[in-house]
């Protein structure tokens, strides 16, 4: 298995472990949000995860913050600097993914309609639904209409707060348009609420069962 990937593996973990101990100490919250988002913006012309392993491998955490901007007293002593680099780097990872998904959406759109599949998934990020970051946008191959399910941390309560709105991509390209949402965002606090409005969503926006 290349190193990159298994990183990238211990990349994901870091942050796994880095938010559940922050939702206890609402105090860290946003330092720690803060300093991750530096680091990943440090981290934002890196063009590959090979790249990017690369990176890791050959710096720290305090020449990644001193490239970053960061001044060593913005670092609270008692946070684990290794799991804010290790979280960093996940974002950074994610969003180069990002970059290439104009293509996967397509290959999802074309294999969904070779399948005849009335409906295709044409992004996905996060394994577990319950816990940030979740998102999920399955849209109409006929119409371009998407249903976009997302799950994020609530700040001022620390636990994992749900949300479902629909949009219109385009049907071809599955890309984003300059439009109104087709139905507003709504949040939940309750996955139970969340799932049912999402199936009725699906029913009526997507005309799926």
């Given at each position: 298995m290349r190193e990159s990937v298994l990183e990238a593996r211990e990349w994901a973990e870091a942050e796994e472990k880095l938010y559940p101990v922050i939702t206890v100490r609402p105090d860290l919250y946003e330092v720690c949000a803060s300093l991750v988002r530096a680091l990943a913006n440090h981290l934002s012309q890196v063009p590959d995860v090979d790249a990017l392993a690369a990176t890791f491998r050959s710096t720290s955490f305090e020449r990644d913050a001193a490239a970053a901007g960061i001044q060593q007293n913005e670092v609270p002593p008692d946070l684990n600097r290794d799991l804010v680099r290790g979280a960093a780097y996940a974002l950074s990872a994610r969003e180069i993914a990002s970059r290439g998904t104009s293509s996967d959406t397509l290959r999802?759109?074309?294999?969904?309609?070779?399948?005849?599949?009335?409906?295709?998934?044409?992004?996905?990020?996060?394994?577990?639904?319950?816990?940030?970051?979740?998102?999920?946008?399955?849209?109409?191959?006929?119409?371009?209409?998407?249903?976009?399910?997302?799950?994020?941390?609530?700040?001022e309560t620390m636990v994992s707060k749900f949300f479902l709105t629909a949009i219109q991509l385009d049907p071809v390209t599955g890309a984003s348009l300059d439009e109104e949402p087709l139905v507003p965002e709504t949040s939940f606090t309750h996955p139970e609420e969340w799932h049912a409005a999402a199936a009725e969503l699906r029913r009526s926006v997507l005309g799926a069962t």
């Open positions: 999802a759109i074309q294999a969904a309609k070779r399948a005849g599949e009335s409906t295709a998934t044409v992004w996905s990020e996060g394994d577990n639904e319950l816990w940030p970051p979740y998102r999920r946008v399955e849209m109409s191959i006929g119409t371009g209409r998407a249903i976009v399910s997302s799950t994020e941390l609530d700040p």
